[in-house]
């Protein structure tokens, strides 16, 4: 590996990483695609990740995504994910600078992640934004408050304590905004990268692939960690073809030692 590279890691002061379905593909984890076996391959996108679709069939969306938990609670962390926990543990916490709390300490490892399944938290990674949701959790259609435990009805359906309005999968269906505050705080985060990691993911959809680049613009450098070429090779700073279950922990290795 690039001995600059090693260096600029080893020293960063600020770190953060991207991760896209790259990632949890190791893990088995079956894309969106990929999940739309058996009785949900003749649905596209449309049917059932959607609000329209929720509107028109409850039912069928919900039961799109319990299949799709069930999935995800059947699969494990990958090394990829656990030399991520390794590396939060590494990169020592940064000072708060006078004025604002001073004494305290903040995060100098972020993790930006564009999948749902939760494995990173499962893994053990605590400063984690979720860009996309998590499929484990679910919220009211109406008013958006999380719902820990929910039963299902006689129509196989789940309702809010609050209002009484059905429950769906807290995730980001396509027409939806990103959350505000998860968006907000990856651009702050990717600003501030002196280290800013792509991991896993196409960068083509935005407003993720754009991160890496806000990071660049800054004066960071970026390394990208994929088995193929993507639309942010050229700009990368380091490309490192592979798996992310092999080369990050040979990296989290090599920069720290064990």
């Known amino acids: 590996m690039d001995t600059e ?4 890691i080893r020293t960063a002061n600020k770190i953060v990483a991207l991760t896209g379905a790259g990632v949890s593909a190791e ?28 509107q028109r069939n409850p039912r069928r969306v919900w039961d799109w995504y319990a299949y799709r938990r069930e999935k995800v609670l059947s699969v494990s962390p990958n090394p990829g994910h ?18 604002r709390d001073a004494g305290t300490t903040h995060s100098s490892f972020t993790l930006i992640t564009q999948n749902v399944d939760g494995l990173h938290q499962r893994a053990g990674s605590q400063n984690v934004i979720e860009l996309h949701g998590n499929i484990s959790r679910v919220k009211c259609s109406i008013d ?5 435990e929910w039963q299902t009805d006689a129509d196989g359906l789940a309702r809010c304590p609050r209002c009484n309005g059905l429950l769906r999968p807290d995730v980001v269906w396509f027409g939806e905004m990103l959350p505000r505050s998860a968006l907000e705080a990856s651009f702050a985060a990717s600003e501030n990268a002196s280290v800013f990691f792509s991991i896993g993911t196409s960068s083509v959809v935005h407003p993720a692939a754009s991160l890496p680049m806000l990071a660049l613009a800054r004066g960071g450098i970026v390394i990208e960690i994929n088995p193929e070429e993507t639309a942010l090779t050229e700009s990368a700073t380091y490309s490192l ?5 092999e080369i990050l922990p040979e990296l989290v290795q090599t920069v720290w030692g064990r």
Do not use: H, I, Y
């Open 5 to 8: 590279m090693l260096e600029r």
């Open 27 to 54: 893990s088995d984890v079956p894309t969106f695609r990929d999940a739309q076996t058996g009785l949900w391959a003749s649905f596209n996108p449309q049917e059932l990740a959607t609000p329209e679709a929720f």
């Open 241 to 245: 073809r592979g798996k992310s279950g």
């Open 82 to 99: 656990m030399a991520l926990v390794e590396m939060e543990k590494r990169v020592a916490p940064a000072s708060v600078p006078a004025g």
């Open 144 to 148: 958006d408050l999380l719902v820990a």
